[in-house]
């Protein structure tokens, strides 16, 4: 799937059409980008942003989708400390 186009349509809302990258299949899709919630605060907060701080579980899932999501890169040669 690639993002063909998108446009903001809110401060927190975005439309993107969407198609996928196979010329045969054709297939295409309208989807909605939604901002619902703060994970951290910013350093350069926007006075006219105001959403509600995700509470501390699901922070706490975030996080651990993005850590799974690392596990799945190829190794590029690169060594973690232990």
Same mark, same amino acid.
């Given at each position: 799937?690639?993002?063909? &186009?998108? !446009?903001?349509?809110?401060? *927190? @809302?975005?439309? %993107?059409? +969407?198609?996928? &990258?196979? #010329? /045969? ?5 309208? %989807?909605? *980008? !939604? ?15 105001? @959403?509600? @701080? %995700?509470? &501390? /579980? ?11 999501? +690392? #596990? ?6 690169? !060594? &973690?400390?232990?």
């Amino acid at each position: 799937m690639r993002i063909r &186009t998108s !446009e903001g349509t809110h401060i *927190f @809302l975005r439309v %993107a059409y +969407l198609q996928c &990258t196979n #010329e /045969a299949c054709g297939w295409s899709v309208r %989807a909605e *980008f !939604e901002m619902t919630h703060e994970m951290s605060p910013s350093g350069m907060a926007n006075p006219t942003v105001k @959403l509600p @701080l %995700a509470d &501390t /579980a699901l922070r706490r899932e975030a996080m651990k989708q993005a850590s799974d999501q +690392l #596990e799945l890169l190829p190794n590029q040669g690169l !060594e &973690t400390a232990p």
